[in-house]
């Protein structure tokens, strides 16, 4: 993990006491909506950087395996040497194959500066559906102006990854990855369930929902002044 990424973890930490650290029913609802765009897809591809490799690499082959999804490295501090660990890392988790290092990431995203331009040539760049997970924004947004529909996994759901994203979980990819495999296996047989799916999914309305939600929950722990206490009600 990128030094950087301890600093993101963190920031991710604050947002999920805020939530509740549980996955709540706006992300319940943007993780069925992730596993019907992923299911529908003509060529889904899951981006892994140096956070997503540490926390959840069993969960993204296993999720490649049943969405039939490629799986990329793209990192924003982009070496050989941690291209190399990471595809390491998914390969001993079960991946066959791992795009996106070295000179297979030939292909360039525009908009986009320097190294955190690069990408595989048979994966995000001819991508229908991409899942970023803990991303920065810069890169969300140029994906999602390149036409992708971006999936992403996203505690802060102010971040701009999480305003830009197509389909915005707010949950701790933790949590939303394993949750995200069971509803993708359970929607495997049912294509049209899941066009209706996305049919009826909104993003914005689903974020506003996740912003009310912490909302509500900081004026009950105002009332309160105890946040233990609230935890203790929900036993
Ligand atoms: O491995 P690299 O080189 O690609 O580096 C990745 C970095 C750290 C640069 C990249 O992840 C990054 O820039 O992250 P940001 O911009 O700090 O954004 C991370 C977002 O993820 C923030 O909005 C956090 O709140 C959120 N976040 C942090 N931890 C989690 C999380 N979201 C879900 N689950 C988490 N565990």
């Known amino acids: ?51 997503t490799a540490a926390l959840v690499a069993e969960e993204i082959v296993r999720l490649a395996r049943v969405t039939k999804a490629k799986i990329e490295i793209n990192l924003f501090y982009r070496s050989l040497e941690r291209e190399l660990a990471i595809k390491e890392l998914l390969e001993k988790a079960g991946a066959r194959r791992v795009l996106g290092v070295g000179e297979d990431a030939s292909g360039k995203i525009p908009e986009l500066g320097s190294e955190r331009r690069r990408v595989d040539l048979r994966g995000m760049l001819v991508a229908d559906v991409v899942l970023v997970a803990l991303e920065d924004g810069d890169r969300t947004e140029a994906l999602a102006k390149l036409g992708k529909k971006v999936i992403a996994i996203d505690l802060n759901p102010l971040s701009r990854t999480a305003q830009k994203a197509a389909i915005t979980i707010v949950d701790n990819v933790v949590r939303a990855m394993p949750k995200l495999l069971e509803i993708a296996g359970k929607l495997k047989q049912d294509v049209e369930k899941c066009h209706e799916i996305l049919f009826d999914f909104d993003n914005k309305k689903n974020l506003v929902e996740s912003m009310k939600l912490i909302n509500e929950r900081l004026s009950k722990l105002a009332e309160k002044g105890e946040y233990l206490t609230l935890e203790d009600e929900k036993t």
């Not at 805020?18 to 993780?31: C, D, K, Q, R, S």
């Open 1 to 51: 993990m990128a030094t950087a990424g301890l600093i993101a973890h963190g920031r991710g930490e604050a947002f999920d006491y805020l939530i509740g650290e549980e996955t709540t029913e706006p992300a319940l609802n943007a993780i069925k909506a992730a596993a019907s765009a992923f299911l529908t897809a003509e060529r889904a591809v899951i981006s892994v950087n140096g956070n």
